[in-house]
T-cell receptor, first 112, second 113 residues
Framework: EDQVTQSPEALRLQEGESSSLNCSYTVSGLRGLFWYRQDPGKGPEFLFTLYSAGEEKEKERLKATLTKKESFLHITAPKPEDSATYLCAVPKGSGGYQKVTFGTGTKLQVIP | DAGITQSPRYKITETGRQVTLMCHQTWSHSYMFWYRQDLGHGLRLIYYSAAADITDKGEVPDGYVVSRSKTENFPLTLESATRSQTSVYFC????????????FGPGTRLTVL
């Protein structure tokens, strides 16, 4: 069964304190991994898509990396506005890209 | 306005009532999706549609009905609401490219009493 597990469930950082969020997955034939940001009361907002092990993508203070078993979202010198829940998701092993398994997310709080 | 919208944003109903949640997108995306988000479960797919008049079940379809007569609209109906359907519902859309991301609406918070 396809599974996506995110850790930690919650993370509290001081402004400027870098850290990483983890997304581990078990899916037959990985065809991509998505990262989203979700603010309270809003829908998820797309951040990155990674397709193959070794791939990296960056956006401002965020960098996403991918290995064969997990992905990391590195946050460098975070600011309070980076506070949000970060979700990762992978397409299911069967059913095309229509069926995507989401993790339960990491809730990040950045304190000034 | 361009984008994807959902209505209502908040809804309180009673057990056994029929409820319809609306979703509208202005991008002419082929694919549209309905998810529910509950604590401890993450986002779970209810139904999706590949085009007008083409729909298919997701992970948790029981108790829900969808239709898609027009590309831009994808309503979700709870035929007889139950308390277990209390949740936040998100609609999403994407274009034909299977590697493209899904764009999510703002969500509808539904409470079934």
């Amino acid at each position: 069964e396809d599974q996506v597990t995110q850790s930690p469930e919650a993370l509290r950082l001081q402004e400027g304190e870098s850290s990483s969020l983890n997304c581990s997955y078990t899916v037959s034939g990985l065809r991509g991994l998505f990262w989203y940001r979700q603010d309270p009361g809003k829908g998820p907002e797309f951040l990155f898509t990674l397709y193959s092990a070794g791939e990296e993508k960056e956006k401002e203070r965020l960098k996403a990396t991918l290995t064969k078993k997990e992905s990391f979202l590195h946050i460098t010198a975070p600011k309070p506005e980076d506070s949000a829940t970060y979700l990762c998701a992978v397409p299911k092993g069967s059913g095309g890209y229509q069926k995507v398994t989401f993790g339960t997310g990491t809730k990040l709080q950045v304190i000034p | 306005d361009a984008g994807i919208t959902q209505s209502p944003r908040y809804k309180i109903t009673e057990t056994g009532r029929q409820v319809t949640l609306m979703c509208h997108q202005t991008w002419s995306h082929s694919y549209m999706f309905w998810y529910r988000q509950d604590l401890g479960h993450g986002l779970r797919l209810i139904y999706y549609s590949a085009a007008a008049d083409i729909t298919d079940k997701g992970e948790v379809p029981d108790g829900y009905v969808v239709s898609r007569s027009k590309t831009e609209n994808f309503p979700l109906t709870l035929e007889s609401a139950t308390r277990s359907q209390t949740s936040v519902y998100f609609c999403a859309s994407r274009n034909r490219d299977p590697t493209d991301t899904q764009y999510f609406g703002p969500g509808t918070r539904l409470t079934v009493l």
